[in-house]
């Protein structure tokens, strides 16, 4: 039962233009969202965050957008650039549980 | 500024052969976990612990054990290798399981069971 979905395995963007990762999830109790980055041979590394009381964070290139309603989120990143290429999890958890990770998808940044 | 730190990186095991997966971190934090990743799939939690002497187990712990004697070490057993155990592993740490608390994890330890 694979409550935290990302249905795009791969995206290909084009340098400078707006790359956006999308995340669906199923449980509903869920309220802080997580996006990590994972370049190969490496762990993942925290992005970026949003709790349930907002509908939007920002952090530079990097916002993430919270659509409660329709258990979404997504992830923009402007503008894309060569090093942002790796794998983009999301990951979602409710208070004083562990963090439930989406399958990742894997964005490649064409220069 | 090491963090979390996996040995060994890469590891070929033999099936009902045992080995321990060692996660060392420096940043005094309670929190660590051990996550596996399969092919196409995301980060499935093995074990968990929320301080010395304290572990518990996540969504995938047969097969695994873990012991947590220092704040610092989190070793991963795995006492007879089956193919499914075939997957790459991730040890992480957190300062505490507060909503706003992001884990760090460490490079990663890629094991085939053959």
Redesign the interface.
């Known amino acids: 039962d694979?409550q935290?979905k990302?249905n795009s395995?791969s995206l290909s963007v084009q340098e400078g233009r707006i790359s956006i990762l999308n995340c669906d999830y199923t449980n509903s109790m869920f309220?802080?969202f997580?996006w990590?980055k994972k370049y190969p041979?490496?762990?993942?590394?925290?992005l970026i965050?949003i709790?349930s009381i907002k509908d939007k964070n920002e952090d530079g290139r990097f916002t993430v957008f919270l659509n409660k309603s329709a258990k979404h989120l997504s992830l923009h990143i402007v503008p894309s650039q060569p090093g942002d290429s790796a794998v983009y999890?999301c990951a979602a958890?409710r208070?004083?549980e562990?963090?439930?990770?989406?399958?990742?998808t894997r964005l490649t940044i064409i220069p | 500024n090491a963090g979390v730190t996996q040995t060994p990186k890469f590891r070929i095991l033999k099936i009902g052969q045992s080995m321990t997966l060692q996660c060392t971190q420096d940043m005094n934090h309670n929190y660590m976990y051990w996550y596996r990743q399969d092919p196409g799939m995301g980060l499935k939690l093995i074990y968990y612990s929320v301080g010395a002497g304290i572990t518990d187990k996540g969504e995938v712990p047969n097969g695994y054990n873990v012991s947590r004697s220092t704040t610092e070490d989190f070793p991963l057993r795995l006492e007879l290798a089956a193919p499914s155990q075939t997957s790459v592993y991730f040890c992480a740490s957190s300062r505490d399981d507060l909503m706003n608390t992001e884990a760090f994890f460490g490079q990663g330890t890629r094991l085939t069971v053959v």
């Open positions: 694979q935290v990302q395995p309220d802080y997580l990590y041979a490496e762990g993942p590394t925290f965050s709790s999890f958890k208070e004083n562990k963090l439930t990770f989406g399958t990742g």
